[in-house]
């Protein structure tokens, strides 16, 4: 069976869709969130700190919108903390940025939405899956019990491979950070509640 990579918005509400309509395991079907909200992460990081982006290592969890979280504590840069780069401030807006960048491009392009990004960031995906390069990268999986989760698509690491999405990875996170997943997690379920009760 073929791999399905879901892009479209709302993300999360249509891989859960999509998985109650095609039946498929978690390994087969995903969507893309993660890859693209990082790598945003990944540029705002970089310029605050006057680094090169290949030098910054982010991480963004949780649901493909307002209450996705940046992991400020896997953020690294060179492999050090992103807190001896910059500060709290510093770093709350660049997190404050990472979760509206979405409409800040819907904003600049003035009509439409965003299609370069999210298609480099779907083809890193389908590349690291057909090139069987087991890559850690941030996609909207099926939990399965990890977090505490089960049965809903929320964005975590996961290594992609050839079967698709191969592992999903539980990461540590400071309490705050788990308060700000648990909290983008409830508008997953949210969400995921509503399209229950539209398609019922």
Known sequence: DAIVISIANPLDAIVYRLSQKLGRDRGTLFGMAG????ARYRYFVAEAAGVSVENVEAL???GHGDTMVPIRS?????GLSVELFLDDDVLAGI??????AG???????????AFVSPAWSALEMAEAIIFDKKKVMAVSARLEGEYGVEGLYVGVPAILG???VEKVLEV?????????????????????????????
């Open 35 to 38: 890859v693209l909200d990082s």
């Open 60 to 62: 963004v969890l949780g």
């Open 74 to 78: 896997a953020c690294r840069i060179a």
């Open 95 to 100: 997190e404050a940025r990472t979760r509206k």
């Open 103 to 113: 409409g800040e491009v819907v904003k600049l392009i003035g009509t439409g939405s």
């Open 162 to 164: 050839r079967s698709g």
């Open 172 to 200: 540590p996170l400071t309490d705050g950070e788990r308060a700000l997943f648990d909290k983008s997690v409830e508008a997953v379920r949210s969400t995921a509640a509503e399209v229950d009760r539209l398609t019922s």
